[in-house]
């Protein structure tokens, strides 16, 4: 239970993050965080599933390395890990969406002045 709580903390931390760096003027800050995330788990999809060592054997005495069982592992593990990453992606355009009607809206207001 209080491992699950200091998930939801963290979790909640990093997207509140997410918000304030997408705010920012410079476009890049907001895709900090969700790069990070994607390549912590596409490091960790590779090094857990992608191993060489790993081999299966065939009822041919065939031994291949890298079968269509590990990459559905792969592909399974990193699209349900990168969910914060494609939560993140959406409050990073939405803060760009806003920030551009917004400086939209500005210069209007001035040339009505």
Avoid: H
């Avoid at 920030?99 to 809206?105: G, I, L, M, N, V």
Wanted: with cysteine; aromatic share 16%; hydrophobic share 55%.
């Amino acid at each position: 239970m209080l491992l699950l709580l200091i998930l939801f903390i963290f979790m909640f931390g990093m997207l509140f993050l997410q918000f304030l760096l997408s705010r920012k003027e410079k476009w890049w800050l907001g895709l900090i965080l969700p790069t990070l995330w994607f390549s912590v788990i596409l490091f960790l999809a590779l090094s857990e599933f992608g191993n060489p060592n790993v081999s299966m054997e065939t009822k041919d005495g065939v031994v291949t390395v890298f079968s269509a069982g590990i990459l559905g592992s792969i592909v399974k593990f990193t699209s349900f890990s990168n969910i914060p990453t494609f939560a993140m992606l959406v409050i990073y355009f939405v803060c760009r969406i806003n920030q551009k009607k917004t400086k939209a809206s500005e210069k209007i207001s001035i040339q009505g002045l």
